[in-house]
Structures are given as structure tokens and as C-alpha cells.
Nanobody, 124 residues
Framework: VQLQASGGGLVQSGASLRLSCAAS????????AGWFRQAPGKEREFLAA????????VYADSVKGRFAISKDSAKNTVNLQMSSLQPEDTGVYFC??????????????????WGQGTQVTVSS
């Protein structure tokens, strides 16, 4: 499965942004899709994940209530709706797919397909 993330950009503090992750050479079916971000000089951070079958969702505490992950089965995409963005949300956002168990949905090493990343910059 190849993943392509899009939708990043430069926004002001308080703005909203919607990221999309499209799968090709395969589908998300049977996988869990996740979003991670990496800020300069920091480790990759888990944000949210969704099981394609069943739709179970998991969020990191840092984004709970501000970010929402969703899937579009018809388009074979996973979206991340982000609101109330702050400068600390700046980073490269990656989508990923894997088959983690519930307790490992937040671990990057549970995912084996990764997109190339899309830059999100939030100015103050």
C-alpha cells in the first residue's frame, strides 16, 4: 500500500486545516490508519488512529477535542480535521497504516506503511 498525504500549509493560530491520506496500490481495508507528526528536533508523535473495520478511534491527549480522524471508504482516504491550531502544532504530518492491537495503536513501530509527510506551519 502506498500512502500520499496532502492538505498541509501555513495557517495562523486558531485556524483549522484538513489533511487527507490517500491509499494506492491497495486499500485501507483490514488496516488501522494513523496520523503522526514530527516537529523539528523532536521525536515522531502519535496523534490519532482509526480502525478501518469497525471505526474504532484513538486520540493522543494533546489533540483530543481539537482533532478528528475520519475515513472515506468510497475515496479510500483517511482525513484529519484539525481545529484551534497553535504554533506547537507545527511539524511534518505523516499518515501510516498497519495492524496494531488496541494497546499499540499509538506506537509508530506498529505501522509499516508510511506516507511522505505534509508540512503544517502555524504562525502566532
Amino acid at each position: 500500500v502506498q500512502l500520499q498525504a496532502s492538505g498541509g500549509g501555513l495557517v495562523q493560530s486558531g485556524a483549522s486545516l484538513r489533511l487527507s491520506c490517500a491509499a494506492s496500490d491497495g486499500t485501507f481495508s483490514g488496516y488501522t490508519a494513523g496520523w503522526f507528526r514530527q516537529a523539528p528536533g523532536k521525536e515522531r508523535e502519535f496523534l490519532a488512529a482509526i480502525r478501518w473495520l469497525g471505526g474504532n478511534k484513538v486520540y493522543a491527549d494533546s489533540v483530543k477535542g481539537r482533532f478528528a480522524i475520519s475515513k472515506d471508504s468510497a475515496k479510500n482516504t483517511v482525513n484529519l480535521q484539525m481545529s484551534s491550531l497553535q504554533p506547537e502544532d507545527t511539524g511534518v504530518y505523516f499518515c501510516a497504516a498497519g495492524r496494531p492491537i488496541m494497546s499499540t495503536m499509538g506506537r509508530s513501530n506498529s505501522y509499516y506503511f508510511w506516507g511522505q509527510g505534509t508540512q503544517v506551519t502555524v504562525s502566532s
